[in-house]
């Protein structure tokens, strides 16, 4: 087959084979079973390697696994500490001074700018502007990746400077953390973000611009939602469909399982039904609780309403915020005063401990059992992309027949962009390989 065939020109039923994807966090592949012109069936194919966090951590105290869960990513190493760090002083009822939750919530704001910005400007970007990798964009839009980089490194320095280092961040203790920060040391970031607020907000500009495929989904969205604020340490879970649940709940309403072709579990809900997280869902059930300058970004778009319904508008979501991020971060600056000590004294016990945090891409849970010992007995970890990935399947198999009767690698395209549209935490590749149709019939 050449790339100027179309998928549908291959007669009887077909194999539609996608052997990895690029531009996404991780390895993994995609399969089409298509009928008849009908999608039957979509699997995205993760086959990394289980890692066996859940495991690793039985045994250890909470510090401790809030050192090794961060290693469970380098993009978005602090969700996942955040996420513990949370579980663990609730259990234990542990009161933490307000200046350390103020701390911690701009630590996730550089988290969610540096992974933002790079899913943005170089993972997605590209494939509007019709350029294969960041890397060739840069010859004709040097600006635009320099801008991203930018914009990355500024929530990089939030980071290192909190959380000891920009990757996989060391300082983050249950109670609040290893050390105090002077008022100086905040304020150095003020120039840094003010720069990249403005960045941000020509982002918004450039990607709302962008001419995205027109495909409109009608599913379940989940996100937490805070009484006050956009919602990233705290809130409640909610759901475009009325659910409403404590962060603790998150077990109540849905269940892991195993499914043949992914060494990733699949999320659902109770009923068996996908879910969406991410930037779209909580710009949709949050989008009230914005930064000010953010929500005037989003509504200067009008295009509050796609965002809910079109994934090719996920890039919007991320570039709004990415406004919300910076403002927040510089608002948290200003208003810093250092904590009494670093970090709460608190005694370790038995105890069940869950929370969940919004990570870059969405809803992380995590629920452990402490022994009497306060070691952990059991641990389950949840990250954002094994929730998507059975809304993400869903969405490619009522997708695709929209694209059977392109050329095959106009068609690989657009299934890729739509992939990149939720950035998947799967790994780092650089390219995809071969798209290859094969008959089955």
Same mark, same amino acid.
């Given at each position: 087959m050449h790339d100027t065939d179309t998928l549908a020109e291959s007669s009887g039923d077909l194999s539609v084979d996608?052997?990895?994807?690029t531009r996404v966090e991780g390895e993994g592949s995609l399969r089409l079973q298509v009928r008849n012109g009908v999608?039957?069936?979509?699997?995205?194919?993760?086959?990394?390697?289980?890692?066996?966090?859940?495991?690793?951590?039985?045994?250890?105290?909470?510090?401790?696994?809030?050192?090794?869960?961060?290693r469970i990513c380098g993009i978005c190493p602090v969700a996942y500490q955040m996420t513990a760090v949370h579980a663990f002083e609730h259990g234990l009822g542990i009161e933490i001074d307000p200046a350390v939750r103020a701390l911690r919530r701009l630590l996730y704001c550089g988290e969610w700018i540096e992974s933002h910005a790079l899913h943005v400007y170089l993972l997605?970007?590209?494939?509007?502007?019709?350029?294969?990798?960041?890397?060739?964009?840069?010859?004709?839009?040097?600006?635009?990746?320099?801008?991203?980089?930018?914009?990355?490194?500024?929530g990089n320095r939030i980071v290192e400077l909190i959380g000891g280092r920009a990757i996989h961040p060391v300082s983050v203790r249950v109670g609040g953390f290893s050390r105090s920060f002077r008022r100086t040391?905040?304020?150095?970031?003020?120039?840094?973000?003010?720069?990249?607020?403005?960045?941000?907000?020509?982002?918004?500009?450039?990607?709302?611009?962008?001419?995205?495929?027109?495909?409109e989904r009608d599913g379940r969205l989940v996100a937490l939602r805070h009484p006050s604020e956009y919602p990233m340490n705290e809130g409640r879970i909610v759901s475009s469909d009325g659910l409403d649940l404590a962060a603790t709940d998150w077990r109540s309403e849905f269940s892991e399982q195993q499914v043949a072709w992914s060494n990733a579990l699949q999320a659902r809900g109770r009923d068996g039904r996908p879910? =969406?997280?991410? &930037?779209?869902?909580?710009? /949709? @059930?949050?989008g009230?609780? !914005?930064?000010?300058?953010?929500?005037?970004?989003?509504?200067?778009?009008?295009?509050?309403?796609?965002?809910?319904?079109?994934p090719y508008r996920s890039i919007v979501a991320r570039a709004v915020e990415l406004v919300d991020a910076t403002a927040e971060a510089l608002d948290l600056i200003e208003a810093y005063e250092p904590p009494h000590e670093p970090a709460a004294r608190w005694r370790p016990g038995p105890c069940s401990?869950?929370?969940?945090?919004?990570?870059?891409?969405?809803?992380?849970?995590?629920?452990?059992?402490?022994?009497?010992?306060?070691?952990?007995?059991?641990?389950?970890?949840v990250p954002p992309t094994s929730?998507?990935?059975?809304?993400?399947?869903?969405?490619?198999?009522?997708?695709?027949?929209?694209? =059977?009767?392109? &050329?095959?690698?106009?068609? /690989? @395209?657009?299934?890729?962009? !739509?992939?990149?549209?939720?950035?998947?935490?799967?790994?780092?590749?650089?390219?995809?390989?071969?798209?290859?149709?094969?008959?089955?019939?």
């Open positions: 996608i052997a990895g994807l999608v039957e069936q979509a699997h995205l194919e993760i086959f990394e390697a289980p890692r066996y966090f859940e495991r690793l951590v039985v045994g250890r105290t909470p510090d401790e696994v809030i050192d090794i869960v961060a997605h970007l590209p494939d509007f502007l019709g350029y294969p990798s960041a890397l060739e964009m840069a010859h004709d839009r040097r600006a635009a990746v320099e801008a991203g980089l930018a914009l990355k490194r500024t040391e905040i304020a150095a970031l003020r120039q840094p973000l003010t720069a990249a607020l403005e960045v941000a907000l020509q982002t918004v500009d450039l990607v709302a611009g962008l001419d995205t495929p027109q495909f879910y =969406l997280l991410g &930037p779209a869902a909580r710009i /949709t @059930l949050a009230d609780r !914005l930064h000010p300058m953010a929500a005037a970004a989003l509504a200067r778009t009008g295009l509050a309403a796609e965002i809910a319904v079109n401990a869950a929370w969940a945090t919004e990570a870059p891409r969405g809803l992380i849970f995590h629920a452990y059992e402490l022994d009497d010992q306060g070691l952990v007995a059991r641990a389950q970890i929730q998507n990935q059975a809304a993400i399947e869903a969405d490619l198999a009522a997708f695709a027949p929209r694209v =059977l009767d392109l &050329p095959q690698r106009e068609a /690989t @395209l657009r299934i890729e962009q !739509l992939i990149r549209s939720y950035d998947p935490c799967i790994s780092c590749a650089t390219h995809f390989l071969d798209l290859t149709v094969e008959n089955v019939g």
